[in-house]
């Protein structure tokens, strides 16, 4: 495999903190901090700092009795999330493509990562108008109907939390910009099972949104269809929300929801 380049903007302690990770990964067993240091090449100091901030941050843990360092429960986690995103990807995509045939418009799954909703899948028919997604898109979790259903399917107190980081600016004048609204909105999410963003996010298009669940009955993804509002009119409305929330279910059923 070829090495990459290094980047020219790469900041030295935060590589050093995740060749740190690479090294006990490696060594499948704990380490000393001399062990560290000497295949880290630096002082002993400096491996000591790193090994704590990666502590603070939960990526590395300390054996309390021999003063030895692992991996963190962390990282298990970040491989838990990759996983599932590869698996979901994988399995979805035969739907995602049967749902492009049904309905000709763009079908998108989409997860929340770090208060925003982010784009890992799309697919798109000869009709599908080129609209606000890509993947690896990024986009504000209250102005999206994915951004909805996943926030529909949060604890409170970290929608609470999920607000105050990123805020809820307008990105079109139908976009909701009241807490208040906004609640109760993700309230009636939650009984009928999909969200509607009407002209929210992008002006001229309207997405539908169904909730994604792995076999833990989680809600881990939303699946969305996404297209120009005179083709997702009030008379077509109910036949596309039907499609997605069909399909949605299929995946989740894949998943191994048995809900």
Do not use: W
């Amino acid at each position: 495999m070829a090495r990459r380049k290094k980047p020219a903007a790469a900041i030295q302690s935060a590589e050093r903190v995740l060749n740190l990770l690479d090294i006990l990964a490696q060594e499948g067993t704990e380490m000393s901090l001399t062990h560290i240091s000497q295949r880290l090449g630096v002082h002993i100091s400096t491996a000591h700092r790193l090994a704590t901030t990666a502590m603070y941050c939960g990526y590395v843990e300390q054996n309390p009795e021999t003063d030895k360092y692992r991996l963190g429960l962390k990282c298990l986690h970040l491989a838990n999330a990759l996983l599932h995103q590869l698996d979901l990807r994988r399995i979805a995509r035969p739907f995602m493509e049967k749902l492009v045939e049904e309905s000709d418009e763009t079908v998108n799954i989409c997860v929340l990562d770090d208060g925003e909703v982010v784009y890992i899948d799309k697919a798109e028919g000869a009709a599908s108008l080129r609209l606000f997604s890509r993947i690896g898109k990024r986009a504000p979790a209250h102005a999206t109907a994915a951004g909805k259903i996943l926030l529909a399917h949060l604890a409170p107190g970290d929608v609470e939390a999920i607000l105050k980081e990123h805020g809820m600016d307008p990105l079109t004048p139908q976009t909701i910009t009241s807490r208040d609204e906004l609640s109760a909105q993700l309230q009636e999410i939650r009984r009928l099972d999909y969200s509607l963003d009407d002209e929210e996010c992008e002006e001229g298009a309207r997405c539908v949104a169904a909730p994604l669940y792995d076999h833990t009955q989680r809600v881990i993804a939303a699946l969305s269809i996404s297209g120009p509002v005179s083709r997702f009119s009030v008379e077509n409305l109910p036949r596309l929300i039907s499609l997605v929330r069909e399909c949605a279910g299929k995946i989740s059923k894949q998943m191994g929801y048995a809900g």
